[in-house]
């Protein structure tokens, strides 16, 4: 189940501000304050979900991070700091994107890459040089036969003791 503020529904915020029709309530956008009381409304502060869209709680963490933690706040932010975006440009930061969205919003689709992969057994080699472990698919019998023969060990060693 999805809670107050999950990002499906900053999803649906975007398409329904795009332009498509969703029925939808403001009751699980960021902002919206629950009544006290049975039988009131509940309060949508735009704002609120304005500030969240534009990253305004990234904001704050970046500035009280640099106070607090200039180290934490240098492994946090790394990438942000090597693009020169400090907590100031942030807004800025997805103006822009939301600008060049608008202005072409069909997305490029990203570059394949040319990886191939081969399997040894339970290895899995990529020609970049990783490898991972990935267990072989089993069949029912050769999975019954398995279970068997970890319930004969089984006994075999109660036998024994």
């Known amino acids: 189940?999805?809670?107050?503020?999950?990002?499906?529904w900053?999803?649906?915020?975007?398409?329904?501000?795009?332009?498509?029709?969703?029925p939808h309530s403001t009751k699980n956008f960021p902002g919206f304050k629950a009544p006290e009381e049975k039988g009131q409304e509940g309060e949508y502060d735009a704002e609120a979900h304005k500030d969240r869209i534009f990253g305004n709680h990234v904001k704050e963490y970046m500035e009280m991070l640099q106070e607090e933690d200039p180290t934490k706040y240098e492994a946090h932010f790394s990438k942000f700091i090597a693009e020169g975006i400090d907590a100031?440009?942030?807004?800025?930061?997805?103006?822009?994107?939301?600008?060049?969205?608008?202005e072409d919003p069909t997305g490029e689709p990203a570059e394949k890459k040319d990886i191939t992969y081969e399997r040894d057994d339970d290895t899995v080699k990529a020609s970049d040089g990783t490898e991972h472990v990935r267990s072989n698919k089993i069949t029912l019998t050769q999975r019954k036969e398995k279970v068997a023969a970890k319930i004969a060990a089984a006994q075999a060693k109660m036998m024994e003791e």
Request: one cysteine or more; hydrophobic letters at 35%; glycine letters at 14%.
């Open 1 to 8: 189940r999805t809670c107050v503020g999950h990002r499906m």
């Open 88 to 102: 100031d440009k942030m807004e800025d930061m997805y103006t822009e994107a939301h600008s060049k969205i608008r």
């Open 10 to 22: 900053g999803a649906l915020k975007g398409a329904v501000d795009g332009g498509l029709h969703i």
